[in-house]
Every structure is written in structure tokens, then in C-alpha cells.
């Protein structure tokens, strides 16, 4: 098995400071791709870190057409090709739909949903100029099974599976696989710590979390984003280049049903 699965190709990561997307930077860069990790903000606790896995940070706004397509463009000139683009960049957004305001629902749409298109329009071009290539958008289970408490977001995850069931119908014949992960309740991320931070008893909370999703239960624990990164390196390999169109649930369970007592 080759030890580098990713050498001699360039990625792209969105979200890249924390969490999913951090995890999934350091795990493409140590399988030998050279990684553009683009976030909204920079963090100084990845610096020493990025610079020894060669990891490029970048400040990208995904929900302007100005700062993607600098990142993709940079991204590029780096080694003149693009073979993996991670769309991982979100945020959340618990309301009911009488209450939010037209400015949050773009907000949310435009940074979970919108941002994979304006990253998917300027990176298939290279993609095929190189023979191909992989885009992986994370969604989450709430686009695989709608939530009550956040329709928007929901909404949000769910066109994202949709994009990513028609570009991989799209660009099959320019060997460009699209695919989906699913995840959730995944720990130390910016939108769980987010959400933890402004509960009333966090504990409580992380609880209530956990027990939605049956392994996660089992085991008494959140999933990781070390695992999430997992199956998104897996997706972006050559082991999986004939799978297209999927949408990986790596949610213990959650999006299966109602949980047995």
C-alpha cells in the first residue's frame, strides 16, 4: 500500500482552521498532498503545525465569489493543478422558520449551500485539465433526515446532497467524483463548542447529543472529527475511484430512525 496516497497533489480544504476541516488538512498533508486550508479566520495555534506539513492558510470568505476563486486560483499556480477540493466551511442555525430573519437565512444558505458552488465553478476546470479529480461537500444527517429544531440549516445540508448527486452526474465523464459525508454529533468543532458554550448546562446538552445517535450512545462519546477525515481522505483516494454520487452517513447511526429504549 502506498504510504503517500495523496503525493504530488494539491487540495483544497474549506473550514480548514478547526475541526472537520483541520483534521482532514493534516491527514491530506500527511499522506503527501499540498493543502490550501481556507477558513474566514486564521488561528495561530495551527502555525507551527501547518508549517511543518507544508499546509497553506488562507483567510476565504466562501460566500464571496472574489475571495473562492483566489483561493482555488492560488491553490493552482501552487503546482499548476487541483485534484482534491474538501467543501467543509458552516455554521449553524437553530430556529424556527417564523423567527428567522431573511439576513440569517442567507447567511446560513449562503455559507453551507452557495459556497459549494462558487468553490465546485472555479475548480472543475483545472480538475479536468488535469485528468480528473475529487470534491467531497460535508453535509451532515440533518440532510439526510430533516430536524424540527433547524429547518433552515436542515434545508441548507439537504441541497448540498442535492448538488453533490448532480455535479457527480455531471462530471463523471471528466473523471471528477463528487460525494457527500454526513456527520453528526462530532466533537471539539467550532459549531458544537459554539453550541455548548451558549447552553444552559453544556453537560446536559452533550448528553442529549449523544444519546440521538445510537453508537454514539453505545459508547458513550461524540464522533471525532479525526474520524470524519477519515472517510473524506477515503473518498479523495484512488480506493475509491469509482464511487460517485454517495452520501456517507458517519452520524453512529442517527439519520437510521427512531432509536430502540
Not at 3 to 25: C, Q, S, Y
Not at 29 to 52: P, Y
Not at 102 to 125: H, M, P, Q, S, V
Amino acid at each position: 500500500m502506498n504510504e503517500l496516497p495523496f503525493e504530488g497533489r494539491t487540495a483544497v480544504v474549506t473550514g480548514g482552521a478547526d475541526g472537520i476541516g483541520r483534521a482532514t488538512a493534516v491527514r491530506l498533508a500527511l499522506g503527501g498532498a499540498r493543502v490550501f486550508a481556507g477558513d474566514i479566520q486564521s488561528r495561530e495555534e495551527n502555525n507551527q503545525r501547518f508549517a511543518k506539513l507544508g499546509i497553506t492558510a488562507l483567510v476565504c470568505d466562501v460566500r464571496s465569489d472574489a475571495d473562492v476563486r483566489k483561493l482555488i486560483e492560488t491553490a493552482v499556480a501552487a503546482n499548476d493543478r487541483l485534484d482534491i477540493l474538501v467543501n467543509n466551511a458552516g455554521i449553524g442555525l437553530v430556529k424556527q422558520i417564523p423567527d428567522v430573519t431573511e439576513e440569517e437565512w442567507d447567511r446560513c444558505l449562503d455559507t453551507n449551500f452557495k459556497a459549494a458552488f462558487l468553490t465546485a465553478k472555479y475548480a472543475i476546470g483545472p480538475m479536468r485539465a488535469c485528468g480528473g479529480g475529487s470534491i467531497i461537500n460535508v453535509s451532515s444527517n440533518a440532510g439526510l433526515l430533516p430536524r424540527a429544531h433547524d429547518p433552515v440549516y436542515s434545508t441548507s445540508k439537504g441541497a448540498l446532497i442535492a448538488l453533490t448527486r448532480s455535479l457527480a452526474l455531471c462530471h463523471a465523464r471528466d473523471k471528477i467524483r463528487v460525494n457527500s459525508v454526513c456527520p453528526g454529533p462530532v466533537g471539539d468543532t467550532g459549531m458544537m463548542n459554539a453550541d455548548l458554550k451558549k447552553a444552559i448546562d453544556p453537560a446536559a446538552l452533550a448528553d442529549q447529543m449523544i444519546d440521538a445517535s445510537p453508537l454514539a450512545k453505545a459508547y458513550r462519546r461524540m464522533i471525532t472529527p479525526d474520524e470524519v477525515a477519515e472517510a473524506i481522505c477515503y473518498l479523495a483516494s484512488d480506493a475509491a475511484v469509482m464511487v460517485t454520487g454517495t452520501s456517507v452517513a458517519i452520524d453512529g447511526g442517527k439519520s437510521l430512525g427512531v432509536p430502540p429504549k
